[in-house]
C-alpha cells in the first residue's frame, strides 16, 4: 500500500523523497487573479528549503509556531518548512473568535506567527504586547518581511532538516468545539502519514489546512506525485471549471449542492473520476447517484486525533453503507459498549495542557472515538452512531439515533432530520423547503407509517415535528445537536 512508502518519515523527509521520485511533474496549482500558477515537485521543496532557511535563523527548534490555517500555496510551504527545521506547526482556524484564538495562543506561548494580511490585525493586537514576531503571508511582497519575499529570494538553497525522529511533536490542530472549548491536538510526524492510494492525476483542495482532512490530502497528493489545485468550499464550484480535476473530497452539504446543479445540467462533471466524502457521512442516494453516472463514492474516517482516515478503500475495495476497510497502520476493535477504539502510531500524544481528558480519550495506549459501529468479517468497518448521542429507553434498549435518521433521509421530501429520544419516545425533527405544502407533511408522515411497521418497537417513532428552517451546522457541515 502506498502508506508503507512513506512510513516512519518526517515531514522533511517526505518533501524531500516526493521531489526525488516526480521532480518536474505539477504538484500544486493555484488562481490568483484569473492566472493559473503551477508548481512543480522540485520547485516546492526548494521553496520550502528557502522558507526554512529563514525558521532556522530565529532558532525556533523544538518550539511552537503558530500558522493560519488558510489553504494558500505559501502557508502549506510554511508548514512543511516548520517541521523540516524542527519546530511545531500549531495551524490555527484565524475564522474562530478572537478569545479562542488568544486562548489557543496563551497555552502554546508561541516564538512566532505567521498570517494572512486579512487577520494581520487581530495577531498583532496579541502579539505586540508580547512581544512575538509576526510574519505575513503578503503575494504582492509589498510588506517589508513576508513569506512570499522568503521563497522568491535568489539565494543559494540550504537543505535544513532539523534531524528530528518521526515520533517526535510535529503539530497541533483544534478540534472543532461544536459542543465545547476546542482541545489543542498535539500529533506526531506519524500524524501525517499518507492513507489513500491515488488512480487519479488531479484533485482539489477544498478543505482548509487546519482540519485534518486538508492536511491529509496534501499528503496524499505529495506521496503519489498527484496535482493538487488549491481551492475552498466557497469558491469551489467555480474553481472545478478552472482547474477540471478528476477527484474532489468535501463535505456531504457541498457535493450535495453540486449534484443539485448536475441535475439541473449547470455543471459539468463528465471528467470525474471519484467524488469522496469526508467530516461526515455521505448521503447514500448521492452515492447511488453518482455510481449511475460511472463516479466511484466513497467515505472517509477518521479523526484529528487518529491523524486523519484510519480506514482505506478503493473501487475493488468497497462495500456499500461501510467508511472502508481497516488501514494496516492502525489496529481498530469495539469495546463491548460498542465503541470504535483505534491504535496505532497515528493517533495523536495528548491534549495540550489537558491532563484530564488525554486520560479519559486515551486508555492503556487506545484512543476512545465515541462512534459506535462494527466491523465486519472481511474487516469493513460501518459507523451507526455516537455513544454520547444513544439514546436508553427505559426498557433498557439503546438506540442510535444516526441509524433512524440515515433511514428518514430515504424520504424525498425530507431535507434534513434529527432524531432524540423525549418523555420515553423517539421524536423526529425534520425540515422540508416546503413543508407548509400539506401534501408534503401528508407524504412524510405516510412514509414514517410504513417505517415504523418494519422496526422494532423501540425504533419507533411516536412523534415528528416540521422545522422552518434548516439546521445549524457546524465548520465540518454536520448538524449541530
Known sequence: MQYENFYGLTAYEMVKKAKDAYGDKIFCSYQRKGQITDVSFAKFWID?????????????????????????????????????????????????????????????????????????????????????????????????????????????????????????????????????????????????????????????????????????MITNCLSKGVNICISNMKDGLRDMEWFQPTEIAAVPAFISALL????????????????????????????LYLKSLGIYSGSTYGATETGGAIIYHTEEESRYGSVGKVGPWNEVKISEQGEILVKGKNVMLEYLGNEEETKEALKDGWYHTGDVGHIDEDGFLFITGRIKNIIILSNGENVSPEAIEAELNHCAEIEEVLVYGQNDAIVAHVWCPEAEDALVRKNVEKFITKYNKNVPTYHRIANVRFRTEPFARTSTGKIKR
Not at 473520476?273 to 452515492?287: F, R, T, Y
Open 48 to 216: 520550502v528549503q528557502h522558507v526554512a532557511h529563514q525558521l532556522e535563523k530565529r532558532q525556533i527548534k523544538g518550539k511552537y509556531v503558530i500558522l493560519e490555517g488558510k489553504q494558500e500555496y505559501e502557508l502549506i510551504v510554511v508548514f512543511y518548512a516548520i517541521l523540516s527545521v524542527g519546530a511545531i506547526a500549531a495551524v490555527i482556524n484565524f475564522d474562530l473568535p478572537e478569545k479562542e484564538i488568544y486562548r489557543a495562543s496563551d497555552m502554546l506561548q508561541p516564538v512566532l506567527f505567521i498570517c494572512t494580511e486579512d487577520n494581520l490585525e487581530v495577531v498583532e493586537a496579541y502579539a505586540e504586547g508580547k512581544k512575538i514576531p509576526c510574519i505575513v503571508n503578503d503575494s504582492d511582497m509589498e510588506s517589508e518581511e513576508s513569506v512570499a519575499k522568503w521563497i522568491q529570494t535568489t539565494e543559494e538553497v540550504y537543505e535544513y532538516d532539523g534531524m528530528q525522529k518521526p515520533e517526535d511533536p510535529a503539530f497541533v490542530l483544534m478540534t472543532s468545539g461544536s459542543t465545547s472549548e476546542s482541545k489543542l491536538v498535539l500529533l506526531s510526524h506519524y500524524g501525517i502519514l499518507p492513507a489513500k492510494e491515488y488512480y487519479y492525476p488531479k484533485n482539489i483542495l477544498l478543505f482548509p489546512i487546519y482540519h485534518i482532512a486538508g492536511m491529509g
Open 260 to 287: 443539485k446543479r448536475v441535475r439541473q445540467n449547470q455543471v459539468d462533471i463528465s471528467g470525474m473520476k471519484a467524488i469522496m466524502s469526508a467530516g461526515a457521512p455521505q448521503n447514500l442516494e448521492d452515492v
